[in-house]
């Protein structure tokens, strides 16, 4: 029988686990991704659990130990920066280009095409096409939209349903070892330590010094706060007045707006977290969305990854979750003997479920950080006992059933 063949669009991390996944259950793949260049590095950290890894090296790459870093505990600080919540949480975390960069070594050339910006997709009982900008068409028997938060295939199979900003905001950013103190070090390098201004919820997450040696480690902030669309739109507003909509680039951001977030972070911020935003090079800005797709397959198209679900950033799932879609697709090719149909339907229903649960998840941890109805100490207690936590939580809800 000849090889079946699969169209994957979008190159991060979601497409290339399934690129993998399904060439090693003998599928042809070809990548289609929109950057021209590489995409180089988030400057983000990520949890993990052991099925990231284990779904490394199902595709093939060792997980050697430059991929994660361990992290001892979770350490709340009050805003004088005494101690006033700790949990011995051990876990491991990486960062994103830690993950993608093996991926897309490990993935032929050849494969893997750049510059290829899906404009729509047409399928039949026999095959699915997909057209791009630049004019060109590509043929398959299943195209796995791996295309992100603003999937253009999910756009096309899902009009109308669109991700929902969630009314608040993440201001991010890498600390370099060099531009911390280094009293600060092992608090910072080895711990998730947590802030708590009314409303809002500042976290540092060791990670992965992103082009460093193994085991060089530096941490990430991501400060949410509350901000209406009305006041996105004005944050994402440049020097010379243009609205870049709700997303801008990080040098655009103006000035003054990155001079406020220090003032603030000097009064509302425990020293050791105000620290962190003040040995930032770069600041960006990242609007928080959720969205979850009532259907993941739709003929011979699979949506994986962000494409399919966002959850908020409050279950550190993103990169996790685009993994194990990966190898649930691939699982159910597998199993049903690559008969299309019947694999995208098993898919849906391995996936779906599991995805809407972890959009409510981080819904509700969002709404917990936000509340200002709870008692404090509750409000901090829950949110660093339920916080990058929602696969254990979801496996102690299945046990105990
Ligand atoms: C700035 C940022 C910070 C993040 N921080 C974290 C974090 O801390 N922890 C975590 O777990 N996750 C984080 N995430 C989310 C995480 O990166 C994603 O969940 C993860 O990358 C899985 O995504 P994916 O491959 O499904 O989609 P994405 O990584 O979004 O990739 C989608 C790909 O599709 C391409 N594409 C889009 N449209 C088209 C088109 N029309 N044609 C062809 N290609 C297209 C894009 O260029 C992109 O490469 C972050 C994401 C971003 C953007």
Redesign the pocket.
């Known amino acids: 029988m000849a090889r079946q063949r699969a169209l994957v669009?979008?190159?991060?991390?979601?497409?290339?686990f399934a690129a993998h996944l399904l060439r090693k259950a003998g599928w042809d793949v070809a990548v289609?991704?929109?950057?021209a260049a590489g995409?180089g590095d988030?400057g983000?950290?990520?949890?993990t659990r052991p099925e990231l890894f284990a779904a490394m090296r199902r595709a093939g790459i060792a997980a050697t130990n430059g991929l994660g870093i361990d992290v001892l505990g979770r350490v709340g600080l009050g805003p004088d920066g005494s101690v006033i919540h700790e949990r011995t949480a051990r876990g491991v975390t990486s960062a994103?280009s830690r993950i993608?960069r093996p991926l897309r070594e490990a993935m032929p050339d050849a494969l893997y095409h750049g510059d290829?910006?899906?404009?729509r997709i047409e399928q039949s009982a026999d095959g699915v096409t997909a057209s791009?900008a630049d004019g060109s068409c590509a043929e398959g028997d299943l195209l796995v939209a791996?295309?992100?938060?603003?999937?253009?295939?999910r756009a096309q199979l899902l009009p109308g349903l669109a991700p929902r900003y969630a009314g608040m905001v993440a201001w991010?950013g890498v600390v370099e070892p060099g531009s911390l103190a280094p009293e600060l070090h092992t608090l910072m390098f080895r711990h998730m330590v947590f802030g708590f201004p009314a409303g809002e919820l500042m976290l540092s997450i060791p990670m992965p010094v992103p082009q460093g040696a193994p085991g060089e480690r530096c941490c990430?902030f991501?400060w949410f706060r509350a901000a209406d669309e009305n006041a996105l739109r004005a944050l994402c507003t440049d020097t010379s007045g243009k609205a870049h909509g709700l997303s801008i680039p990080p040098p655009l951001i103006r000035p003054e707006l990155i001079a406020g977030i220090k003032r603030d972070a000097a009064t509302l911020l425990a020293p050791q977290l105000a620290a962190l935003v003040n040995g930032t090079a770069q600041i960006?800005l990242?609007p928080i969305f959720d969205f979850e797709s009532p259907q993941l397959a739709f003929g011979r198209v699979a949506l994986?990854?962000?494409?399919a679900f966002?959850a908020r950033?409050h279950v550190?799932?993103?990169?996790?979750?685009?993994a194990l879609d990966a190898e649930s697709l691939a699982d159910a090719l597998a199993a049903t003997g690559s008969d299309v149909d019947a694999a995208l339907r098993r898919y849906n229903a391995d996936r779906q479920p599991y995805g809407a649960w972890l959009v409510e998840r981080g819904r509700h941890i969002g709404a917990t950080i936000a509340a200002r109805d709870i008692e404090p100490r509750q409000r901090i207690e829950t949110v660093m006992r339920e916080y990058g936590a929602a696969g254990l939580v979801r496996d102690e809800a299945m046990a105990a059933r």
């Open positions: 669009i979008g190159g991060s991390v979601g497409g290339l289609h991704e929109r950057a995409l988030r983000t950290g990520i949890g994103w993608w290829k910006a899906l404009t791009f791996a295309d992100g938060l603003h999937s253009t295939v991010r990430h991501v960006i990242q994986i990854g962000d494409a966002v950033p550190a799932s993103g990169v996790m979750k685009a």
